[in-house]
């Protein structure tokens, strides 16, 4: 069944109002289910968001009626294509996250299917307890997900893979029948096989198959080595085989053969796991540094005999990679020189001691053998932001600039660990014969090292190396009786090759194994058996010129807006919750909707932007939609390991959009806030009536489509720069100064926030600066954000030519409020005119927010402690999104500690969710609240009465204030108020 079939459209209509939860054929949503974490592309017939197991059951009915197919997902991000088809596809991500029942003394936990694994871990953790597969995807994987690759991560050399932990499914079969698999005797798998139904047939067909000698011998023949732990090729049947119904000792259990099946043979609905004690707390990282990839393998080898809890590769591509990323740059504190790879070997202890010396202890072995040239030892606190480094490599691999990616196809084969050096030489002289130096990492003490490819898949001829490497892989792999799959899974991409892996015999008791479970084939089709060519179906047509776009914005770095969308590769970082830290994505985290990602919304820039079939490319209500909960926070700028920056597309966007369909009144009203506000300071007494009164204020925010439960920002009686003028020459301060500084008054503190304003000017002065003040534009952040580009341009023209020759290490130009000075960074370099782009590049380097200028001047020694107050005081600071982004809140923390006795708690917050605009518009206001009710509004509403609340950004002060009655400080206020000089 085709997913442009219009026939069906009516009974899908039908179908979706007989579900409690949601059916949904619009073009926008099949279009975010479209794609995964792979290089697959395919249209679905619709998405289903089943709220019960009811919903699932009917969902099954119609599939087998009309012919179609359910493509189970929960967080999208398989590597295989296994979440790509043109049936329904079914998300289970949204409502199926229940934690239902937790046994601390038998260390199990009964859970469904969408519970992301590292919240799994969360509520285990008080309890000692721990699900210890960890994938680099942990922040968002669902346990569904999971159990369906068998998922093993950076500690299966200790803890096993997801297989081993599973204890018992609760499934729905493909006759729609509700039945639990879990681990039977021998007399009750005998019962099994006398029911006459869908469950006794596949008991029989089990026994039927694994009892056949010659079946078995040929399982035995062809299957990868059994010192192989991960291996994820084709259906676990060699796992049955230990059951003591055959030639083990086991109880028999159809999870063995489940878990890694991709859904193709039944649908989940709970998921029983076992559990494991919390490891030693002490943990410590050897870095060891290699000259090649080689030695690097050899020295996995010497590794293994240490008690390490986690090897793990990184080669110099994906280090190289890391010095790009906003984030990531800051976690290669370790490295040193230029290593081909370097191997990350953990060890843990009850004390640090005890982790040292083991770890201590491996460094002296791999010396003795000649291994290494460097062997850092990281300690446990800065361990966590290393082993990111290591996590982030999947996403950063997007980061490769052009149409040329690392393409996931051979990235998953495990051997041995002793053929392991000999294995990757062969892999990588295959390599060289297609011209390519492919890259590695992952998990070397498992055997596996996640290789790819650097390939076009927009080239028919790449498209075509594309299948001939994987196959030259294939017939490596099979040379060293390996696993093809050792983790990923087998889904569209290694399914193809799964008779050559396991032998024809082997891949027809497949066969016979799916369709006896799935008879009319619904479940996940063309996954692990019959399965289309392994390279049809991709993102991208071959041989299709790829559409320029011309922007206001210069997206040259990435070539071009559409493929800086493009860059996203699936990987899903912007899906984690609160909790797993960072900001980005504020909107995913309030709705759980995959529209609400960033990857959402590459994806649908990709779609249709690649059509271009308009005049206007931009001109779709698909796109408007989502990107209208995007909040510009700028988290993904630095977060998202491939810099997909939304915020610029969202912008450009914008202004792209505006042009065919206008600019709305309200975003013009945001836009021109700056002029508002100086007209309003004329007589700002008249102007607050009118904003603070119920009736006027009413109808302004009713005209406007204004929340009503807003408060609208009063314009002081003053603004900045008339008091600097009138006021400035009589400040107190030292005769010396130290130096000189040009303070950007950004359009909120010159009207709304003047008494900021003319405190932080107060502490720079009585600090010893002297303060400068120019007549500069406003910095054009409100026309950024509402798609007013040629607005936006000027501002940021007339701003660099004034400040060009100004500016320099010596003499910074300085700011408070982060989404404006910030700007100088971020926005101005790429937005500006040709002829100022060197200069404002230049510029950005000179340009600081108040906080960072000020720590690094206590860091220079040139503000002391002795100039505040010894009294104590306990502050909670949030952290604005842009500065997280495009500065650091370490700067702030470092600054508000500076008085002896202030103690200073950050606030584990992501976004306010006001995010300027968007918490004042009407229709914004509800996501707006959700988002701070995730993690801020709860922690300032628990903090005493005499904590101080900080936030550096106005905007994030104005939300504190509605949502929790609290006000909140800049931290200049908090430093002024402390002083004593």
């Known amino acids: ?96 996250t229940q934690i239902l029942e937790f046994n601390k003394d038998e260390r199990w936990v009964r859970v469904q299917p969408g519970v992301v694994r590292d919240e799994l871990n969360r ?4 309890h000692g307890l721990f699900f210890s597969p960890i994938t680099s995807t942990a922040n968002r994987a669902m346990i569904g997900g999971m159990v369906g690759n068998n998922s093993s991560g950076t500690t299966s050399i200790v803890y096993g893979v997801t297989r081993d932990k599973v204890i018992s499914l609760n499934t729905i079969l493909s006759d729609g029948n509700k039945v639990v698999f879990g681990e039977i005797s021998q007399d009750e798998f005998d019962r099994k096989c006398g029911q006459r139904d869908l469950e006794g047939q596949l008991y029989r067909q089990a026994f039927d198959e694994l009892n056949n000698p010659e079946n078995r011998a040929e399982i035995h023949a062809q299957f990868p080595k059994k010192s192989i732990h991960r291996r994820n090729t084709g259906y676990a049947v060699d796992e049955l085989l230990k059951a003591e119904l055959f030639e083990g000792t086991e109880k028999f259990n159809f999870c063995k053969l489940l878990a890694g099946s991709e859904g193709t043979l039944a649908f989940t609905t709970e998921i029983k796991i076992s559990l494991d004690p919390l490891p030693d707390p002490v943990e410590i990282v050897v870095a060891a540094h290699f000259i090649s990839i080689h030695e690097s393998m050899k020295s996995a080898q010497v590794a293994m005999r240490h008690p390490a809890t986690a090897v793990e590769l990184m080669d110099k591509i994906i280090l190289d990679c890391t010095k790009e990323s906003i984030e990531y740059s800051k976690n290669r504190y370790f490295v040193e020189g230029d290593p081909e790879a370097i191997l990350m070997i953990e060890f843990r202890g009850k004390t640090l001691e005890q982790a040292m010396a083991k770890g201590e202890a491996l460094v002296a072995d791999l010396k003795l053998g000649g291994y290494g040239y460097a062997y850092p030892i990281i300690e446990p606190e800065r361990v966590a932001s290393a082993w990111s480094l290591r996590a982030a490599g999947l996403g950063l691999l997007g980061n490769i600039a052009g149409d040329p990616k690392a393409v996931a196809c051979i990235e998953d084969t495990a051997v041995d660990i002793e053929d392991l050096a000999d294995y990757i030489d062969e892999v990588d002289a295959m390599m060289e014969g297609f011209n390519q130096k492919p890259v590695h990492y992952a998990h070397a003490g498992a055997g596996e090292i996640h290789l790819r490819p650097i390939l076009n898949l927009k080239k028919a001829e790449d498209v075509e190396e594309f299948y001939q490497i994987s196959l030259a892989s294939a017939k490596l792999v099979k040379k060293y009786q390996g696993s093809l799959s050792g983790e990923h899974g087998d889904g569209r991409v290694r399914a193809a090759f799964i008779p050559l892996m396991v032998g024809e015999k082997n891949y027809e008791l497949f066969r016979r194994i799916k369709y006896t479970w799935d008879p009319k084939n619904i479940f996940n089709p063309g996954k692990i058996v019959d399965a289309a060519p392994m390279n049809k179906f991709l993102r991208y047509e071959s041989e299709v010129k790829t559409p320029e776009h011309k922007t206001v914005f210069d997206f040259s770095a990435a070539g071009g807006i559409l493929r800086l969308a493009e860059k996203c590769n699936g990987s899903g970082d912007c899906r984690k919750l609160p909790g797993s830290e960072g900001t980005m994505c504020p909107s ?18 990709r779609e249709f932007l690649t059509l271009d079939n308009k005049e206007n490319a931009f001109d779709h209500p698909e796109i408007k939609e989502a990107l209208d909960l995007c909040l510009s926070c700028k988290g993904c700028t630095a977060e998202c390991p491939s810099n997909v920056d939304m915020s610029s597309m969202k912008a450009e966007f914008l202004y792209q959009y505006q042009k065919t369909n206008g600019v709305p009144l309200r975003s013009k009203a945001f836009a021109y806030i700056n002029e508002l506000n100086e007209l309003g300071s004329i007589v700002p007494g008249i102007a607050n009536f009118f904003l603070g009164n119920s009736f006027t204020g009413g109808l302004m925010k009713s005209f406007l489509k204004v929340a009503p439960q807003r408060n609208l920002p009063e314009i002081s009686s003053t603004s900045l720069r008339k008091w600097y003028k009138k006021n400035y020459a009589s400040l107190a301060g030292p005769e010396k100064t130290i130096k ?22 107060s502490l720079l002065k009585k600090l010893g600066y002297e303060v400068k003040i120019l007549d500069h534009e406003e910095s054009g952040r409100s026309s950024l954000s509402k798609g007013l580009l040629e607005k936006a341009k000027k501002h940021a023209d007339a701003n660099v030519r004034i400040f060009d020759k100004l500016i320099d290490g010596n003499t910074p130009l300085i700011g408070l409020e982060p989404s404006a000075i910030l700007s100088f960074r971020d926005e101005y370099p790429r937005i500006v005119s040709a002829d100022l782009v060197e200069a404002a590049k230049k510029l950005k380097f000179h340009v600081k927010l108040i906080d960072e200028f000020l720590g690094q001047e206590v860091a220079a020694g040139n503000i002391k402690a002795e100039s505040f107050t010894t009294q104590p005081q306990k502050i909670k600071l949030h952290g604005h999104c842009h500065q997280k982004a495009l500065s650091s809140l370490n700067w702030t923390q470092k600054l508000l500690s500076l008085p002896v006795n202030y103690s200073v708690e950050t606030i584990p917050s992501g976004c306010c969710g006001m ?8 229709e914004h206001y509800e996501v707006s609240q959700q988002i701070g009710e995730l993690v801020l509004f709860p922690a300032v509403r628990n903090a005493e009465a005499e904590t101080i609340i900080a936030a550096p950004g106005t905007s994030c002060r104005h939300q504190i204030a509605d949502g929790t009655g609290r006000k909140a400080k800049h931290p200049v206020e908090i430093l002024w108020e402390a002083l004593i000089l």
Do not use: W
């Open 915 to 922: 995010a300027g605009s968007f918490g004042y518009e009407k």
């Open 740 to 761: 000189s500084v040009y303070f950007f008054v950004d359009e909120f503190t010159n009207h709304n926030d003047t008494q900021i304003g003319i405190k932080a000017i």
């Open 123 to 126: 509520f285990l953790k008080p």
């Open 588 to 605: 995913f985290m309030a709705t759980r909707n995959e529209r609400d990602t960033t990857r959402g919304r590459a994806n649908t820039l």
């Open 1 to 96: 069944m085709l997913s442009d079939d219009p026939n069906l459209l009516p009974l899908l209509e039908r179908l979706s109002t007989q579900l409690d939860g949601n059916l949904h054929v619009d073009s926008l949503t099949k279009t975010l289910y479209a794609t995964d974490a792979s290089v697959y592309r395919e249209m679905p017939l619709a998405v289903a968001f089943p709220k019960s197991e009811e919903d699932i059951q009917k969902l099954i009915h119609f599939a087998t009626e009309h012919g179609t197919s359910l493509i189970p997902r929960t967080a999208g991000t398989s590597l295989a294509g296994q979440c790509v088809g043109n049936g329904i596809v079914v998300d289970v991500s949204k409502h199926f």
